[in-house]
């Protein structure tokens, strides 16, 4: 009788494993698989003055990525993965990728930011360089299926996900008694999203609360004063604010050439 659980693989899991992002929750969903992980996280990579960091983003060569490749490369030879999986990997050179290659080991690359689409985001160079030496790429956008598969390069198309330990229903069903949030928006002010709210705010006059430090950098005074607007919501003050609100809207972020936006997964969760 075949085991309805995946064949335990020795996987390196590189990916930046900040506390709240979503790479954690991969990581640890392969933990829950029953998988051997290791995990190199490259956060404490990000280190430096704003300055050091604008050009460790936009230009990912150098003395900017070499102590990053040294130890990913350390740590291969030492743990003698089966899989290197790299969630967004911008810093890695293609020396690096034949060598993890010589190791034995496959590459995976997991990438939900769009590095083909219109929005430029300056990360990009690196991964522009090695991009076509991974073993298996998992594709988010249908955009993306005419340029990896006229490439000749392997991929399978899957879902956005959310991680039922953080997206789950409150044990017992709020009434609207129970939610003290109208119309709610928990994100970034993006592309669209200020002017669709303040036109739900003010000429709707329907009480619209957002959610996140960044608009206090797109709006004005007066038009913070047409919402009800909280702070960052981490992790499960997230998943409290969506519980609260009688109405929870997300969007697609059109320069990222999104299907759907991760954020519908999670509310949907």
Request: glycine share 8%; charged share 25%; hydrophobic share 35%.
């Amino acid at each position: 009788m075949s085991s309805s659980f995946p064949r335990v693989r020795r996987i390196l899991y590189v990916g930046d494993l900040s506390e709240g992002g979503t790479c954690l929750q991969r990581l640890k969903s392969f933990n829950r698989l029953g998988q051997n992980v290791r995990p190199l996280n490259i956060q404490p990579y990000k280190t430096g003055g704003r300055a050091i960091n604008w050009l460790r983003y936009r230009y990912p060569f150098g003395p900017f990525v070499s102590r990053i490749n040294h130890d990913l490369l350390k740590t291969v030879a030492d743990y003698r993965p089966d899989v290197v999986w790299f969630d967004k990997p911008v810093s890695f050179t293609a020396e690096t990728m034949h060598t993890i290659k010589k190791a034995g080991a496959q590459i995976a690359f997991y990438v939900q930011d769009a590095p083909f689409g219109p929005r430029n985001d300056g990360c990009w160079r690196q991964f522009m360089r090695v991009y076509r030496m991974a073993d298996l790429h998992c594709l988010f956008r249908e955009a993306d299926i005419p340029r990896y598969s006229q490439q000749g390069l392997p991929y399978i198309k899957i879902m956005l996900s959310f991680d039922p330990q953080l997206h789950f229903p409150p044990e017992v069903a709020l009434g609207d008694s129970g939610r003290d949030r109208g119309v709610s928006y928990i994100g970034f002010p993006y592309e669209q999203r200020p002017a669709f709210l303040l036109k739900l705010a003010r000429d709707y006059r329907l009480p619209v609360h957002i959610n996140g430090d960044r608009w206090l950098r797109v709006l004005t005074k007066d038009e913070l004063g047409e919402f009800i607007h909280g702070e960052y919501l981490p992790q499960g003050q997230y998943r409290s604010g969506i519980w609260r609100s009688k109405i929870n809207l997300s969007f697609v972020t059109e320069a990222n050439e999104e299907d759907i936006a991760h954020k519908a997964v999670e509310i949907a969760g």
